[in-house]
């Protein structure tokens, strides 16, 4: 999918921000209505219907949850509504998902619904949940994921942030989100998703990211205006120039608002984000019983050179460690990060060495297949070496695992990268690519004629590691 400047720049940055643990989520209303939960704007229809008003005609929601308040005499009636509207069960959306994926550690959300834990929870993050002061000073052990709900739970509705008064009092009230958050804006790159920034409540929301302290470069989704077949064109015109208006208002807070046609896009531009991130861990599959035509040390040092090259290259390494192929992966990666570890980080390197026996009542093949996928999930590009095992009668016989592992990195949507010169399943691998290489490589044509060159027999080895790297981060750009 194409993107215009201003996006595909964002994407480019952002890949960035997520590669130093720099970016942070600010989620709003729109990202759960997708999963079918409710703006305020049916949030408060009885509620307006209630008082003799229609919403429709009202601009200043919080206005009318006070209003409610007010003829109640408590927040009983509305907290009651936001409970029955967000306890239903929902499935969290695609965006939900991607973003859950990614290696965020910071949300921040003005929803009350749960559909962000969940995702983090399919993700399998421990995820410490703050929807109220009390919690700020707790810290849930071995966390991956904060998720701040600066304005309550459904958990708890009687405490959620819902009238006027109650957003009027929020800087005594909740102190110590507003300190927490005005932290975040200044060391992590936000993206805003889920606003469409003409909310009534934008105000008080955007008053509380106001800080006194240099802040960092943010981000928000915004549907660009078209208007709607029936408005005449200086209704058109006008609808236009207050989006931009809105836009430049916007970059008072260091907010860039990106411009979308349809929030379908988001999804898209989210996945293009992961797909990108991704593809710089390289997931390197490969086992060997023995090394063929390979001398042992020569074929180990080739794997050790190819690791710690990847490395320096700024790559992540995933292994499981195979047989005969994981300590070289181990040993390279750590020359590159011990050599320069003010460049390179232990990070980089990803080792899952896999269950040698089963446990309760899953077999060891359903827990390898498990294994293999979440190891996969990670990376972006897969490079298949050697690839052979001892068959139950002592001969030597290719790998069905490794096979496996290509046939998961496709399904994922992985770069394969067979060297063919290692022989093996490595070798029959690229002989499956080789009779239709745009199966695998789809528009990015380029990819097969270097695979094909490292598929050479008799390839000296650092040519093979130069070629390799090369690809990689080609493929990563």
């Not at 200044?186 to 008080?204: A, E, V």
């Amino acid at each position: 999918m194409k993107f215009d400047h201003d996006i595909e720049a964002f994407i480019k940055d952002f890949v960035k921000d997520l590669l130093e643990n720099n970016a942070a989520v600010f989620a709003g209303a729109g990202l759960s209505k997708s999963s079918g939960y409710v703006e305020w704007t049916e949030l408060l229809r009885d509620i307006a219907e209630e008082l003799g008003l229609e919403v429709d005609k009202e601009h200043d929601l919080i206005s009318l949850a006070q209003y409610h308040v007010n003829h109640r005499g408590s927040n009983a009636g509305i907290a009651k509504k936001v409970l029955e509207e967000f306890s239903h069960q929902a499935e969290p959306s695609s965006s939900h998902e991607i973003l859950a994926r990614l290696p965020i550690s910071t949300f921040w959300t003005t929803n009350y619904d749960s559909l962000l834990e969940e995702s983090l929870k399919r993700a399998y993050k421990i995820t410490d949940v703050k929807h109220s002061v009390s919690q700020l000073a707790n810290t849930r052990p071995k966390r991956d994921v904060v998720v701040y709900k600066m304005h309550g739970d459904v958990t708890d509705p009687g405490q959620a942030v819902l009238s006027k008064h109650q957003y009027e009092q929020y800087f005594h009230t909740h102190a110590a989100f507003i300190t927490a958050l005005s932290g975040d804006l200044i060391s992590k790159t936000f993206l805003f998703i889920g606003f469409s920034f003409t909310d009534p409540n934008l105000d008080y929301v955007l008053s509380r990211l106001h800080v006194t302290s240099p802040v960092r470069q943010h981000y928000c989704f915004m549907k660009k205006e078209s208007g709607s077949k029936s408005d005449p064109v200086e209704m058109l015109a006008y609808k236009i120039r207050k989006q931009k208006l809105r836009v430049d208002d916007l970059k008072r807070y260091r907010i860039k608002a990106l411009l979308v046609e349809d929030y379908a896009d988001i999804p898209n531009i989210l996945k293009e984000i992961e797909g990108r991130y991704r593809k710089k861990t390289v997931f390197v599959s490969g086992s060997a019983e023995e090394f063929g035509e390979w001398e042992r040390g020569e074929a180990q040092d080739f794997v050790h050179d190819l690791s710690r090259q990847l490395v320096s290259s700024s790559m992540r390494v995933v292994n499981g460690f195979g047989w005969g192929i994981g300590s070289a992966v181990i040993n390279g990666a750590l020359e590159a990060v011990y050599s320069s570890p003010e460049k390179f980080s232990e990070d980089q390197l990803v080792i899952r060495p896999f269950p040698q026996f089963a446990t309760k009542n899953q077999d060891l093949p359903s827990l390898w297949h498990e294994y293999r996928h979440r190891m996969m999930s990670l990376a972006g590009i897969a490079i298949f070496l050697f690839g052979n095992k001892k068959g139950s009668d002592g001969q030597i016989i290719n790998a069905d695992g490794v096979k496996r592992e290509f046939d998961i990195a496709i399904e994922k949507g992985l770069i394969p990268i067979p060297v063919g010169a290692t022989g093996y399943m490595a070798r029959e691998i690229f002989t499956l690519i080789e009779k239709d290489p745009a199966a695998y490589y789809g528009d990015t044509h380029w990819i097969f004629p270097l695979v094909r060159e490292i598929a050479a027999p008799g390839l000296p080895s650092q040519q093979i590691v130069e070629k390799l790297v090369s690809i990689v981060r080609q493929i990563s750009k």
